[in-house]
Structure formats: structure tokens, C-alpha cells
């Protein structure tokens, strides 16, 4: 695909897909990083002579205006980002969003409201994106984390005007391909989480190309219990068990080494400070439930780690957001994080609560790459094609 540096800006409105769908509480962003991950683009595009217009979704109106989910609420957050004021249209085509381009000269900025207020725009609607089209003159996508979605304004776009991908999808993908792509091996895959049910084809695809892969928080249970192992009242899907046998005869056949829990912090209730115990994995009473890696088996996932040369990180060990159920994910999270910064390891995270748990844990600032994507990097690490990045790709041919 192509990138800002190839690509003739000069004096054109750009298009700009971005994604700032950011969590908001009582009318104020909570966590701006989606918005400071955006500015490099927009910056490069005002030196290129180009005038960024910024297209975005927020939330899922479900194709109608719903005020509650204006773009409004982001823009003092992009204001400060930026240093600079962003020109608003409440409307992402028609009258008032041509009315808002047309005043803009270079060095400026502006954002059109929430592209899913029109139906449109997740029915990938070629006439609502050519009203989009309209409005400018290339289109540059930035957002790798709504990439997942075929919709007008992250992949019709591509094939109306000359395209290229942002800086920050260039980065995401450049992360993603040193991950899993074309890695350095030994590579090691941590994958935790409440289901194996919503991350069967995840792991399928991960067995594939990994060498070590580490299976935590309630999916585990799954697995041992497709091991013959009692978990008693641990959260498992007990109807997934055959899946999870045809998982490991499928690792074991191709050279991918499976990582359980060798022990288990269990208790009888989920909450804080809740009394625990820390028992060998085939132990689990009858009344008792497993929110947690133990100990031994954090040392053992410590010790494979360090032989391996990549890590790619995607949901937590244990029941983390309660503690003390948040240990195994914080020890592995800082054992990544000291591999990374001695040099040893790429460490590559994404998707949902993964960076919550790893910033709790202290540890994301010393991952080589967190990535802004939820539902795209969960895409991504199974396998399949993002049409906003082969959008992109099918643009540049
Ligand atoms: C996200 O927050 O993961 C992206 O913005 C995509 O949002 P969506 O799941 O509503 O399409």
C-alpha cells in the first residue's frame, strides 16, 4: 500500500479515516490515546500541503442521529493534541460539510460528525460514499483499529480517491507483521480470556504459526477439563471440550508447545480479597473455583519466555481486574517487560482488556508495541483479511 510520503497532497483536502473512539465518561474522554496516536498523520499531511478532514464513528448509532454520541465530545481532547483549533460539521456530507471544507485553508483542520449517523456508511453504500468522496481530493486511512469493517468510510473510500494508509496504521501493521507475520523465533503467544468459544479460530490460526503458546484465565479451565483435570466451579465451557482436544492434538502434531497452568490460585467467592489458596492444577476442591495462574506456573511461562524471541500478548491470565486474582498477569506482564527492555524479546499487545490489565500491571510502556486495536487485532491474529487494509493494498495496484 501506499503511505503519506508517496502521495500528492499538496493543496488537496485529505480525506482522513481515523478512530477516536475513545471511552467517555460524564462528557469527558477518559483515555486519550487512539487521539494522540492520530496527530503524527494529521501533522504530516498539513506539511504536505494537504488539509485534513477528519472522518471518524463513534459508538454504533446504528445508521441514525443519536445526540448522545456526537463527535462533539471528542474535540476538545483532539484540540489539545493537536495545539490547534479543529473546524466541526455536524454533518458528515451534504450542506454543512461542505460548507466546513470550503473555508479551510492550509494548516487547518477539521472533523465531520460520526459517520454512522447515516445508514450508509456500515452498509459500505456507494452513493453515501461518494457523497463522502465528494468532499475532498486523496483519502489517507489511520485507523487500523476500525479496519475490520468493511464500511463506506474505511474501505469504499479507497477505491473513489488516491489512497494510502496514516502513519499510525503503517506503525500498527508494521508491529503486526514483526508479531506474527514474518517474526523472529522462537515465537511465544499468550492468549487469555473468559471463552474459548470467541477465540476458537484465534487459537486455531496461533497453533499454526507459534511456538509457544500460553492459554490463561477461564479458557484454560476448558482445557483442562478437556484433560480429564476437575475444575469444580470454575467458569468452563464444558460443550467445548472436544474443540479444545482437536486444539492441542493439532499443536501437537505441528511443533507448538501448549502451556496450562501447572498450579491454581482457587477460592469459593469472586470478589476482592476474597480468601484464597494456591493448589497443584488437578486439586481444585469441588466448591471452589480457579481465578488464577499460581506461582510455579508463572515461573515455568517465565523461563519459556525467556528463550523465545517474540511475544505476542492478547487477554489476561486470571480474573485480573480483583485482586489478588491479578498476579499471574502482572508477574508474566513484567517478566515480558524486562525481556523487552534488556533487548531480548519483541513484544507486540493488543485487544480489549489486554492493555487495561498490562497498564495495571505497570507493564505497557515497556512493550515494542501496544496496539490501539480491539476487535481489528483480534481479526488480525486469526487470520484474516481486514478490508480496510486490503482496501488499501487493492489501491495501490
Ligand atoms: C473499536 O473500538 O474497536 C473500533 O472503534 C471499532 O468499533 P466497532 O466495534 O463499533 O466497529
Redesign the pocket.
Known amino acids: 500500500f501506499k503511505t503519506i510520503d508517496d502521495m500528492e497532497l499538496d493543496g488537496k483536502v485529505v480525506l482522513t479515516r481515523v478512530?477516536v473512539?475513545v471511552p467517555v465518561e460524564d462528557g469527558r474522554v477518559t483515555d486519550a490515546t487512539?487521539i494522540d496516536k492520530i496527530v503524527p498523520t494529521i501533522k504530516d499531511i498539513q506539511a504536505k500541503g494537504g488539509i485534513p478532514v477528519l472522518l471518524a464513528?463513534f459508538?454504533?448509532p446504528k445508521g441514525k442521529r443519536v445526540d448522545s454520541m456526537s463527535l462533539k465530545v471528542v474535540l476538545p481532547a483532539l484540540e489539545a493534541a493537536l495545539g490547534q483549533k479543529v473546524a466541526f460539521a455536524d454533518d458528515c456530507i451534504g450542506g454543512p460539510a461542505k460548507r466546513v471544507v470550503a473555508e479551510l485553508k492550509r494548516g487547518d483542520v477539521a472533523l465531520l460528525e460520526n459517520t454512522?449517523f447515516h445508514e450508509g456508511e456500515e452498509k459500505n453504500d456507494p452513493t453515501f460514499a461518494a457523497s463522502l468522496g465528494a468532499l475532498g481530493g486523496a483519502y489517507v486511512n489511520d485507523?487500523f483499529?476500525?479496519a475490520?469493517?468493511a464500511?463506506a468510510s474505511t474501505e469504499a473510500l479507497a477505491r473513489l480517491l488516491p489512497a494510502g494508509a496514516g502513519r499510525l496504521m503503517e506503525a500498527e501493521l508494521k508491529a503486526l507483521d514483526a508479531a506474527l507475520g514474518n517474526p523472529q523465533r522462537p515465537v511465544m503467544a499468550v492468549v487469555g480470556g473468559a471463552k474459548v468459544s470467541t477465540k476458537l479460530d484465534l487459537l486455531m490460526n496461533l497453533v499454526d504459526k507459534v511456538d509457544h503458546l500460553v492459554i490463561g484465565g477461564g479458557m484454560a479451565n476448558t482445557f483442562l477439563v478437556a484433560k480429564g483435570i476437575e475444575v469444580g466451579k470454575s467458569l468452563a465451557e464444558r460443550d467445548m471440550a472436544d474443540t479444545a482436544r482437536a486444539i492441542l492434538e493439532k499443536a501437537e502434531t505441528g511443533g507448538c508447545t501448549i502451556h496450562l497452568p501447572v498450579d491454581i490460585v482457587v477460592a469459593r467467592e469472586f470478589r476482592a480479597g476474597a480468601e484464597s489458596e494456591v493448589l497443584p492444577v488437578d486439586q481444585c476442591p469441588a466448591d471452589a473455583m480457579i481465578l488464577d495462574a499460581g506461582p510455579q506456573t508463572v515461573e515455568s511461562l517465565r523461563a519459556a519466555m525467556a528463550d523465545c524471541r517474540t511475544l505476542i500478548w492478547n487477554g489476561p491470565l486470571g480474573a485480573f481486574e480483583i485482586e489478588p486474582f491479578d498476579r499471574a498477569t502482572n508477574a508474566a506482564a513484567q517478566a515480558a517487560a524486562e525481556l523487552t527492555r534488556e533487548g531480548r524479546l519483541i513484544s507486540v499487545a493488543g485487544g480489549g482488556d489486554t492493555v487495561a490489565a498490562l497498564n495495571k500491571a505497570g507493564a505497557a510502556g515497556d512493550f515494542t508495541f501496544i496496539s490501539t486495536?480491539?476487535?481489528?487485532f483480534l481479526e488480525w491474529m486469526e487470520g484474516k483479511e481486514l478490508p480496510g487494509v486490503a482496501a488499501l493494498e487493492a489501491a495501490a495496484r
Open positions: 478512530d473512539n487512539r464513528h459508538d454504533r454512522r485507523a483499529s476500525a475490520h469493517r464500511h486495536a480491539g476487535g481489528a
